[in-house]
Structures are given as structure tokens and as C-alpha cells.
């Protein structure tokens, strides 16, 4: 069973170029999270999405960034006309569809530098 | 809004001794996760504790969850190499958001 897949691992763009980071969840799981780490922090929450629908994006800049998950195919977390400040590691996480806790399982990281 | 502090946020031991990190939460929530995370890599979920009182043990980690103290502890026994990382706390707040807040991370050197 293939756990929570991201690509690409690492991505570098310059300011004001667009972002697509993309995660497919583990098999079995309809709910998808995105958190983001600074250097030497701990995980920030962004947007928790299910298939078509985003449950709670409380975490997210109100600018530039988007997330999806589409019927069909990965979760894309987009952000727009990137700045230095968005260089992070971002990391997608995975729950199963019904269980009694939310355990999360995460995936390798899309590590983000922006130029 | 959730807050979770974890300290020591850096701790250097030596292989051998014992110690124990903490991570301590603001509200009420009674679903607490240990992950470790290596450099560069993901996060490797360690424990999940689930009612007050629970205790998990694996190898020479062990973690425990007072959720009326709000406060859950990782101790480290007879440390070795392998077990330098960063630790972290995470505490769902139980409702119907799901995320995760997350402590800052503590992180382990364990000195030959």
C-alpha cells in the first residue's frame, strides 16, 4: 500500500512565477490536509479538503494560494506570483475516510524555493 | 485558538541517560500524536494517544496523555544515536475542523 505521494520533491521558481505542488493521498483516504514548514518550525496548518470540496482553509493566505482536490486525479495546493517569503516545505497529509481518530499520514514534502 | 508548547525546544544527551520532553496544550482535547521528523524527511507518526490516562510504549519511547492536566510526555530511556530527530506534538482539537496544531518541535541530539 503506497503511502502519501507529493510532487515534485523540491521546485525552485523565481518571484512572481506560479507554484503547483500536487498529492495524492494514500489508498483508501478521502481527506487531504496541507501544512507548511518554516525553517526550524514546527507544521502550520493550511486547508483540509475532501474529493470536490474544501472543508476548512482557515490556515491559508487570503491571496495567491488555492488548493483542490478534484473528482478525479491529485490535491493541488497553487500559489501565485510566489515571494521569498513562501519558500517552506510544504507537506500533504492523508486520513482513512472513517475511523475513530483523525491520524494523519504525511507525505515526503514538496520543499519550495523561491528565487 | 489552540496553542501547543513543547519544551525543551533543543536537548543534547548523552546514549545511556533518560529524559523526557513536554508538551503541554491550551483547550480542552483528548487526541494527542507524537511524530518524528528526520532532516529533510517527513513526519514518521510515533503515537497516538487517545484518552486520559493512555500510555504507549515502543522500543525505548514512551508516551502518556493527561488530558485534565492538558499535558502529554515523551520519555526517552537509555538513549542510543538513532534516536536523534525532532519530536513533535500535535493535538487535534476534537472538533469538527480536524487539523492539527502542532507544538515547535523538539530536537534530539543524542551525543556518543
Known amino acids: 500500500n503506497a503511502g502519501v505521494m507529493q510532487n515534485p520533491r523540491h521546485l525552485v521558481r523565481r518571484r512572481g512565477q506560479e507554484a503547483r505542488l500536487r498529492c495524492s493521498p494514500m489508498?483508501?483516504?478521502?481527506?487531504v490536509y496541507w501544512y507548511r514548514q518554516l525553517p526550524e518550525e514546527g507544521l502550520k496548518f493550511m486547508v483540509y479538503?475532501?474529493?470536490?470540496?474544501?472543508?476548512?482553509e482557515s490556515g491559508m493566505p487570503k491571496e495567491r494560494f488555492s488548493a483542490e482536490f478534484p473528482k478525479e486525479g491529485p490535491s493541488i495546493l497553487r500559489i501565485q506570483q510566489v515571494v521569498r517569503g513562501d519558500s517552506a516545505a510544504y507537506f500533504c497529509?492523508?486520513?482513512?475516510?472513517?475511523?475513530?481518530?483523525?491520524?494523519?499520514?504525511f507525505g515526503p514534502g514538496t520543499r519550495l524555493t523561491v528565487l | 485558538e489552540l496553542k501547543v508548547e513543547q519544551n525543551p525546544l533543543f536537548l543534547s544527551m548523552q546514549e545511556g541517560k533518560n529524559y523526557t520532553i513536554y508538551c503541554n496544550y491550551s483547550t480542552t482535547s483528548d487526541r494527542l500524536y507524537w511524530y518524528r521528523q528526520d532532516p529533510g524527511k517527513s513526519l514518521e507518526s510515533l503515537f497516538v494517544?487517545?484518552?486520559?490516562?493512555a500510555v504507549k510504549q515502543e522500543g525505548r519511547l514512551m508516551a502518556s496523555l493527561d488530558t485534565k492536566a492538558r499535558l502529554s510526555t515523551l520519555h526517552i530511556t537509555a538513549a542510543v544515536h538513532d534516536l536523534s530527530a525532532t519530536y513533535f506534538c500535535?493535538?487535534?482539537?476534537?472538533?469538527?475542523?480536524?487539523?492539527?496544531?502542532f507544538g515547535s518541535g523538539t530536537q534530539l541530539t543524542v551525543l556518543p
Open positions: 479538503l475532501q474529493k470536490e470540496n474544501i472543508i476548512d
Open positions: 494517544l487517545l484518552s486520559n490516562g
Open positions: 500535535a493535538v487535534d482539537n476534537s472538533g469538527s475542523a480536524r487539523q492539527l496544531t
Open positions: 489508498k483508501g483516504h478521502s481527506h
Open positions: 497529509a492523508s486520513s482513512p475516510t472513517s475511523g475513530l481518530y483523525n491520524e494523519q499520514f
